[in-house]
Every structure is written in C-alpha cells, then in structure tokens.
C-alpha cells in the first residue's frame, strides 16, 4: 500500500462562488483552479480516504488515511451490523487486496482495509468504485447571483434572514458560504492560524456528509443552526463574555450538529437493532455519532493539527459537549439547571464552565428555533420536519414494525405536532432564555411564536370546519338514499310493481 501525503483535491461536487474564497487574507483562489472545478476523471479511481475502525473502542475515534492509492481490484461487501433491512445499507467494509502489483517485486501479505463511510459518502463512493458513472451537473453561477448573496451576507444578524433564498442563491452551498463567512467576520482564520485550504475541505466536507435527500435534517437546516447560533452570540450578555475559542465551537458545533443524520430517529435505530445503538448503548445514539463523525473531519483534514495535541483533543471534548447538549430527550434535564442558575441569580459568564453551559442552551435554542422564526419560514421548516417524520412512519409500516409517535400520517397533522411542539418544548425553552437574555430578539422570537402557534390553531380550525361540512354532506345522501328505498318497498307493497320499474321522477311527481 503506498501512501501519499500530498495536496488533496477536495471532493466537490459543484463549485462554490469564487469570491467567497477571494481577497481572503493573503490568499485567493479562482474556481477556474483545478483546487474548486470538476473532479479530474483521472483521480476518479483513487481512493480520496479511508478510516480505520475498531468496533470495540466504544469512544469510536475516527483515523484517516489520505490519499491511499489503490493498485488492485477493489470491492464492496456489505457488513451486516443490523438485523433491520431498511438500514444495512448505512455503513459498508471495504475489502481491498494491496500489494499484488508492488513495484518493488515483493509480494506483500493480503491485507484488508476497512473503510467506515458516511451514509451520504457511501452513495456517491459505491458508484464510482463499482464502475457506474456518476452524473456531474454543470453549476454554474451567475454574477448576479452571488452579487445578491454578498448583499444577503451583509445582513447576517438579522432574525429574518431567508435561508432557503440564500441556498438558491449560493448553489445550494449555503453551509460552507455562511461558516466560512461567519469565521472570517470573527477573525477567527487569522488568530487560530487555520489553514485555508485545510479549512475549505473541512467545510465542504461536512456539508457532503448531510443527506441533501433528507427533507429537514440537511445541510440547510444545519446552516440556519449556524445563522441562529451567531445572532445569539451576539448578543449582549455573550457577546462581551465569549472568548475567540467560545466561538469557534460554538460555530462550529452549529454547523456539525446534525452531521451525517440518517433522517430516522434514535427509538428507530433502537427498535432495529442498528450497530450505531449498540455501539452507543442506546444513549444519545445521533448526538454521538454527529460528534464522532465531526470529529473524524477534523482529524482527516487536519485542520487543529497545528495546535499542541492537548489544545486539540480539548476542543474535541468540548465540540462533543454542545453536540451532545441538542439531545431532545434531554430536554427537562438542562432546562431545569437552567431555570435553577436563573432562579438562584448565580450565573456568571466569566467563569469558563458557565459560559459553556451557556453556549450549550444557546445550541438547543438554535436547534429548535423554527417556530420562533417569521410564519414565512417556519412554515416551510414545520412542513418538512413533518415530512421526515411521516416518511419515517412510512418505513416502519412497510417493515411491520411499530409507527413512532407523530410519524403516522393518517393520524397527525402538521398543525397538531407544531402546536403540541410549541406548547411542551419551545415555549419553556425560550421563556428562560428570555429570562436570561432580556433583549429585543428575545421578545421578538417568543412574538412569532405566539403568532405561528394561533396561526396553525386557525388552520387546524379551518381543516375541522370543513371535515364537518363534509360529514353532513355525506349523511344527507346516506338519509336520501335511504328514502328511496322505503318510497320503492312501500311502493312494491301497494301495487305489486318493482320500484326498478318505476322512474323517481314519475314516483315524486
């Protein structure tokens, strides 16, 4: 096996705007570079990454191999580590026989290297080493384009900020373009010396692992995190508190948070015995693997291996903190030591683990903050939340298995979640931030959420108004027909003749 530890070439699939990268510090690039354009066909039979996984190291740390170049014929077989059909396509082992073809005449041992992919990188690897073309579209954007999406950029902090408009406008690069932007505004490139192309491949990455075919849990979700997380870091209280490493985890543990969801939940993943709840002993099974496969990035990218390992493995431990602080079973847990540093008066921001707990409700605020969001967007986040769950429902009864509450479409309705949602999860939430952070986009977030909450009532009402509109309907025919049967029996009595034979219309006359 002959490793070369050269330049990678990042795996983009479509190019991102030029002028995100240019006039960035002392250095620019040009999506015109083979660095950003079209994969090179001839690098298309290397493999980009592999990882190396022990299933019996419960931590899961991930370790990276780059560009491992392969000389023989190489396969997939599946690795069954789920009993569940629907879910064993999630991770495959790559079987691969090295050494036969050595330059130096030496025939090497058979070895086999085990590569851990994500769900989404599977997907595009599979196709690619099994010889099946895979389709490049050519994107392409117009100057106007990222003109407006600078423009959109500039006005960042606002809580009206379109991120569905702001994906069109950026290709559907949204995450990277924002992050990155956001990391930059902060000066956080230059003061933690992050290597900028380490840094790019870092992001793209990342946005690579979402699931675009996820309806919510996607790279745009992931970006609309990361916008909430900076609004409220700027906020005043954090904004004169948070260090420069506060918030470089807070960004990017908004960007990672949801890295590599499989658009099931945990009791899913759970009730089929999938590999990654045993792995995780049923615990924070999503968080966790958010958190590891970041992790993985991170150390595959290189992008904190500038910093002492200490510092590094730190920043790691912490990135899992504020993951794993988005769990929503753990809801009541962090809200009530929440509300008792709130009801104490105790709550200090200079001290480092305060600030840490802070940054962690902020994250959960963040997570769950459609339904704080104007009705034009929250809206279209309730209807595709909903759409995951119901597709999940859908799954779960083609395998015969049990529906997960909220998932069965025929028995739930996007406005009963979303009320139900509002009244036991958001709203204590945001009522204690509130109390913590007495600001104007406090009031203004628990003001749309009063609204978008008797917005869904009176949709829920015109739904009911209209079933019962059409259940009268519906009897009154039942009634009718029901008449004319006793008019034609009453008819056959008297006069011997089949009321077949006689015409309604001749009988009502």
Not at 186 to 193: A, I, R, W
Not at 407 to 420: K, L, M, S, Y
Request: net charge negative.
């Amino acid at each position: 096996m002959e490793v070369c530890y050269q330049l990678p070439v990042l795996p983009l699939d479509r190019p991102v705007p030029k002028h995100v990268l240019s006039r960035r510090g002392a250095i620019s690039f040009s999506s015109s570079s083979s660095l950003f354009g079209a994969p090179d066909p001839r690098q298309l039979s290397q493999r980009r990454g592999a990882i190396s996984y022990d299933s019996s190291d419960q931590t899961a740390l991930y370790i990276r191999m780059l560009d491992v170049r392969v000389r023989s014929q190489v396969g997939f077989e599946p690795e069954r580590r789920s009993s569940h059909p629907y879910l064993c396509i999630d991770f495959r082992t790559l079987h691969t026989r090295l050494g036969r073809g050595s330059t130096s005449g030496s025939s090497a041992p058979e070895r086999r290297v085990h590569r851990l992919l994500s769900f989404q990188r599977y997907l595009h690897s599979s196709r690619l080493l099994r010889g099946v073309p895979q389709q490049i579209p050519l994107h392409i954007l117009d100057e106007d384009y990222t003109g407006q999406a600078r423009c959109m950029l500039e006005k960042v902090g606002n809580w009206n900020f379109d991120i569905f408009l702001f994906d069109r406008l950026t290709n559907g690069n949204s995450l990277i373009t924002l992050t990155f932007h956001l990391l930059n505004q902060y000066g956080l490139v230059e003061l933690f010396q992050l290597d900028m192309v380490k840094l790019w491949r870092f992001l793209v990455m990342v946005q690579e692992d979402y699931h675009s075919d996820n309806p919510y849990h996607n790279a745009v979700h992931a970006a609309d995190v990361t916008q909430a997380m900076y609004c409220y870091m700027r906020e005043p209280l954090l904004a004169k508190s948070l260090t420069s490493c506060d918030i470089l985890l807070g960004l990017l543990a908004a960007a990672t948070h949801d890295l590599d969801h499989p658009g099931v939940n945990q009791p899913f993943l759970i009730k089929t015995d999938h590999y990654l709840a045993t792995l995780y002993r049923n615990t924070s099974v999503l968080e966790n693997h958010h958190w590891k496969s970041a992790v993985g990035l991170l150390r595959e990218t290189g992008l904190f291996s500038h910093l002492p390992a200490e510092d590094s493995l730190n920043m790691e431990r912490e990135l899992g903190s504020l993951i794993l602080a988005t769990d929503i079973s753990r809801q009541n847990e962090y809200l009530s030591r929440f509300r008792l540093h709130l009801d104490q008066e105790n709550m200090c921001m200079s001290n480092a683990s305060h600030r840490h707990f802070i940054l962690q409700m902020a994250l959960k605020c963040a997570d769950i903050c459609n339904p704080c969001r104007p009705w034009e967007l929250s809206k279209q986040w309730s209807e595709k939340v909903t759409e995951e769950f119901f597709q999940q429902g859908e799954i779960e009864k083609k395998h015969k298995l049990e529906v997960s509450p909220l998932c069965d479409r025929e028995a739930n309705t996007v406005g009963n979640i979303q009320i139900g949602f509002m009244t036991y999860v958001a709203e204590p939430l945001f009522a204690e931030w509130a109390r913590f952070s007495d600001t104007r986009l406090s009031q203004t977030m628990l003001g749309h959420m009063g609204l978008n909450k008797a917005s869904w009532g009176g949709l829920q009402q015109e739904q009911t108004s209209v079933s019962e509109e059409a259940e009268p309907s519906t009897a009154g025919a039942e009634a009718e027909d029901d008449a004319a049967r006793t008019d034609g029996n009453t008819a056959t009595t008297a006069g011997g003749t089949s009321s077949k034979e006689i015409p309604q219309g001749s009988r009502k006359s």
